[in-house]
């Protein structure tokens, strides 16, 4: 069986290349297309197990791609529908921006691992025009409107949609009215030690962007006095430099040994923001910090309430305030091993041989569909 995994750009290794990666150890001998890419970190990413090519779309070759490829957005889906994919049985789609509009062989079997529909045309369109440029808030009214039509007529293309959560589920079933099996992704649980002494501070760890909600964590740390520790870039950084109190530490972007040492040391990860999944609670959890989050999206799949971490149902200062409050409290007490055995269920080997069975199982259903002939045939 020949198989072509499909992935929208390779710049960093992120959560969905996590899963592009985990996805080419089980298909070693597949091709990898991306409308750009680091070859090299690719390669080095995959190692020397991965004997596929690397295949690029023509986004690769415009002016400026490799830093401003997402100003070619609309240009994407014309790029994947000029992709050759005729030679391939299988074809493995990493969906979160432009990657599932590829044009398969009608006998092929085409199972699309979606991370989120394009959040930036869908549920979160209204916030990312709120802040965007003048320029942009102008022209992508237009431009998000194309991408919707296309983005749920290439949903039909797909034969089999797996989710990587619950909430990615519901929203594959809201926006393309199609149902999704749920296979969480793959966490590097064993890079993690959970028998360190705990230290006294709290850990808000991720991107710097408003719907993360960084701001909400430094306004309620700032009342409490409470130490907190802040690590990650993005838009909201000088901000929060400028209003955070002495009990806070901004830290800005680090390394991974950095990060690490923080998880496995802190008193609890404070995760405020409403996420696809969320691999860092389940980091978090490997290192043996409970978690304070959100209790909607994809918390709901990883954190149980008052055994891994505390849930709060409000998205708003008030409502953390009193999760903190309670956790500071003891009203529940945190047990390492069991944070880190409810993390291993979320380990790469885990998501490998769930996502193997999900393909076997989409494979077995495409070969047994009735090929029947037109009527009146013969």
């Given amino acids: 069986m020949k198989v072509a995994i499909v992935h929208y750009w390779w710049l960093s290794n992120r959560g969905g290349e996590a899963v592009v990666a985990a996805i080419a150890e089980l298909y070693p001998e597949a091709d990898l297309f991306v409308h750009v890419c680091d070859e090299a970190l690719v390669r080095k990413t995959l190692g020397t197990g991965f004997r596929g090519r690397v295949i690029t779309t023509f986004i690769a070759r415009l002016p400026g791609a490799a830093r401003h490829y997402q100003k070619y957005l609309p240009l994407m889906p014309v790029a994947l529908e000029q992709l050759d994919l005729s030679a391939y049985d299988l074809v493995i789609s990493s969906e979160s921006g432009p990657a599932k509009g590829v044009v398969t062989r009608p006998d092929a079997l085409h199972v699309c691992y979606c991370h989120s529909p394009m959040r930036y045309v869908w549920d979160m369109y209204p916030s990312y025009l709120q802040g965007a440029g003048r320029l942009v808030r102008a022209l992508f009214p237009w431009v998000a409107h194309w991408l919707r039509v296309w983005d749920r007529a290439s949903a039909d ?42 230290g006294d501070f709290y850990l808000c760890l991720g991107q710097l962007v408003a719907y993360k909600r960084a ?21 909201l950084l ?13 830290m800005g972007r680090q390394a991974f040994g950095v990060v690490k040492e923080k998880l496995e040391t802190c008193k609890a990860l404070v995760f405020p923001g409403l996420e696809d999944f969320g691999i860092v609670p389940v980091e978090a959890m490997a290192s043996g910090a409970p978690v304070i989050a959100y209790g909607k999206g994809g918390a709901l799949d990883t954190i149980v309430h008052g055994k ?15 999760a903190v409050r309670g956790f500071e409290a003891g009203h529940h007490r945190f047990d390492v091993g069991v944070l880190r055995e409810h993390a291993a269920g979320f380990d790469k080997s885990v998501f490998q041989h769930r996502f193997l069975r999900a393909v076997e199982g989409a494979l077995a259903l495409h070969r047994a569909a009735p090929q029947t002939p037109a009527e009146g045939w013969g």
Avoid at 164 to 180: D, G, H, L, T
Avoid at 222 to 233: A, K, Q, S, T, Y
């Fill in 157 to 198: 293309r797909v034969d089999h949609f797996v989710a990587n959560s619950s909430f990615v589920a519901s929203r594959i079933r809201k926006f393309y009215r199609r149902p999704a099996e749920v296979v969480y992704p793959p966490v590097n649980v064993t890079a993690f030690d959970h028998r360190r002494e705990r």
């Fill in 308 to 322: 891994t971490g505390l849930l709060f149902d409000e998205q708003s200062p008030e409502a953390l305030e009193a």
């Fill in 238 to 250: 000088d901000r929060l430099r400028a209003v955070a109190g002495p009990n806070v530490q901004l």
């Fill in 215 to 235: 701001d909400m964590v430094v306004d309620v740390f700032n009342r409490l006095g409470l130490p907190l520790v802040v690590i990650g870039e993005g838009e």
